[in-house]
Nanobody
Framework: QVQLVESGGGLVQPGVSLRLSCAAS????????MGWYRQAPGKQRELVAI??????NYADSVKGRFTICRDNAKNTVYLQMNSLKPEHTNVYYC??????????????WGQGTQVTVSS
């Protein structure tokens, strides 16, 4: 089994920074892409940022404000979010493309972490 566990969400005031973490554990052979999506109530889940190898890709709305990075030794991906605004309020989901020890590869999702930006 493979699990993704997110942490770091919460209620913050506008202008502050927040770092989300997502750790993958279980029967992992290799982890390819890792990333973050967000979903607001009544809306579709959308890509925030993704990292694969040495390449990163961001939604236009977060470029220059959010940074994704990865610690391969810890099977962990991070999302550094700076200068947060109320419109960044969302549930943020971690995702990873993982090959298990049985060499079966698929996308896994975390349970989501709520980020609320409000004064």
């Amino acid at each position: 089994q493979v699990q993704l566990v997110e942490s770091g969400g919460g209620l913050v005031q506008p202008g502050v920074s927040l770092r989300l973490s997502c750790a993958a554990s279980g029967s992992i052979f290799s982890i390819n892409a890792m990333g973050w999506y967000r979903q607001a109530p009544g809306k579709q889940r959308e890509l925030v940022a993704i990292i694969s190898g040495g390449s990163t890709n961001y939604a236009d709305s977060v470029k220059g404000r959010f940074t994704i990075c990865r610690d391969n030794a810890k099977n962990t991906v991070y999302l550094q979010m700076n200068s947060l605004k109320p419109e960044h309020t969302n549930v943020y989901y971690c995702t990873a493309l993982i090959a298990t020890m049985k060499l079966q590869e698929r996308n896994y999702w975390g349970q989501g972490t709520q980020v609320t930006v409000s004064s």
